[in-house]
């Protein structure tokens, strides 16, 4: 199962990488720029055909892809005949358009992951009544609650064990008191003292029973006992409720990812450490982490609705965090050139205010030192990254 939750995310991380280079791809041919090769992966070739002046392919490590066109710096080399076609003698706009469209398609297909799980599933609500765990036992302290340790011979039922409460069953009414939410029935428990006869009120297949137990006590722990735990549900919607939940989410996605990138410098010293999960590197992982996390909950015992949608979630928050960091101002990312051709057109309305000639663009060799060190950067924090998810992997729980 773990296999399989691996093959399935880089089956989505294929069709994201497919998708960010089609977006560069359909802009820069809509506005006659010539692209030669449209190839997923990197490495040796393992297939390609020619359709027209493009050159199909996928190459041997899946692990990225590429759309070639021609003239996209200063530097390339390009045809007398192919000039005018060259990505480098478009206007700025367009430019900046064919660039953006990569991160552009991420942010496309997270958004619609999103309100696609909304609308066939229905939205996550992990605030109701409905018994997700019915414990079996009185937890001998409050450490052994915590851990969640397997109960013993020695160990006393649990009220809820006693009360005949099951999973599945929706609590309406606990001592008298009406609850709907996970919440409020909580409340209602912890206004009851341990030694106390309640009673409690659920919906079990659409038949209401009433359900009497004396709360427990464990060591340590204030308050009395039961022994449940709420679940998850899917509550279905409208494609107007879910194209609101798909915004939202996408937004929160894009906040966390933003919060991510900024806590990364302070998370690298603690990726090995063995509380890793509880640090800021609990927090950022790679895409080993990333397929992981996918074989984890695949394999996990819970409903098929909980592994769809943590995995169809992990998949979009993904998508957004690629989409915004390769949007960053440096080089050689998408954003490094487009903080480039803003550049070049800054310099040139300048220009054109002193009444001088556009002075055109900017001098790629001068900015290669900068753009191999942030590429050597990248390399040893992925490879880092990388590392730790091998060696100190985060179990999602």
Same mark, same amino acid.
């Given at each position: 199962m773990d296999l399989l939750g691996w093959l399935i995310f880089l089956f989505a991380l294929l069709f994201s990488v497919m998708l960010h280079e089609a977006g560069h791809f359909g802009t820069a041919k809509y506005f006659g720029m010539k692209a030669t090769r449209f190839f997923v992966g990197f490495g040796p070739t393992v297939w390609s055909k020619r359709r027209g002046e493009t050159e199909y392919g996928v190459k041997a490590l899946p692990v990225g892809g590429f759309v070639k066109i021609i003239g996209m710096t200063s530097l390339e080399e390009v045809d007398p005949v192919d000039e005018p076609r060259a990505f480098r003698r478009f206007p700025g706009w367009q430019r900046v358009v064919v660039l953006?469209?990569?991160?552009?398609?991420h942010f496309i297909l997270a958004f619609v992951l999103i309100f696609g799980l909304a609308l066939g599933i229905g939205i996550e609500n992990d605030n109701t009544t409905q018994?997700?765990?019915?414990?079996?036992?009185?937890?001998?302290?409050?450490t052994a609650l915590n851990n969640n340790v397997a109960c013993t011979a020695t160990d006393a039922k649990s009220p809820a064990s006693l009360a005949g409460l099951r999973v599945g069953d929706r609590v309406t009414a606990f001592n008298g008191t009406q609850v709907s939410t996970y919440e409020q029935l909580t409340s209602a428990i912890k206004?009851?003292?341990?030694?106390?006869?309640?009673?409690?009120?659920?919906?079990?297949a659409g038949q209401s029973l009433t359900l009497h137990t004396t709360l427990a006590t464990v060591p340590g722990r204030a308050g009395g006992y039961l022994g449940i735990a709420g679940?998850?549900?899917?509550?279905s919607t409208s494609p107007l409720r879910a194209a609101q939940y798909a915004g939202t989410g996408f937004w929160q996605v894009l906040s966390g990812s933003v919060q991510a990138l900024g806590q990364l410098p302070a998370a690298l010293p603690d990726l090995?450490?063995?509380?890793?999960a509880s640090t800021p590197a609990g927090n950022v992982s790679s895409i080993v982490g990333a397929a992981n996390a996918t074989g984890q909950a695949v394999a996990a015992h819970v409903g098929?609705?909980?592994?769809?949608?943590?995995?169809?979630l992990l998949v979009a928050s993904l998508n957004v965090f690629v989409?915004?960091?390769?949007?960053?101002? !440096?080089?050689?990312?998408?954003g490094g050139h487009i903080a480039i051709v803003i550049a070049e057109r800054i310099?040139?309305?300048?220009?054109?205010?002193?009444?001088?000639?556009?002075?055109?663009? !900017?001098?790629?060799q001068k900015l290669l030192p900068i753009s191999m060190s942030v590429f050597l950067v990248l390399v040893v924090v992925g490879l880092m990254l990388i590392t730790a998810d091998i060696l100190n992997p985060i179990s999602i729980g």
């Open positions: 953006v469209a990569g991160s552009f398609m018994l997700g765990t019915v414990t079996t036992c009185v937890p001998a302290s409050v206004k009851a003292r341990a030694g106390e006869p309640v009673a409690i009120t659920v919906d079990r679940s998850t549900v899917f509550d090995f450490s063995k509380n890793r098929w609705q909980n592994k769809v949608s943590f995995i169809v989409g915004a960091f390769n949007l960053l101002p !440096l080089l050689p990312l998408d310099r040139a309305r300048l220009a054109k205010l002193r009444r001088r000639p556009d002075p055109g663009l !900017l001098d790629y």
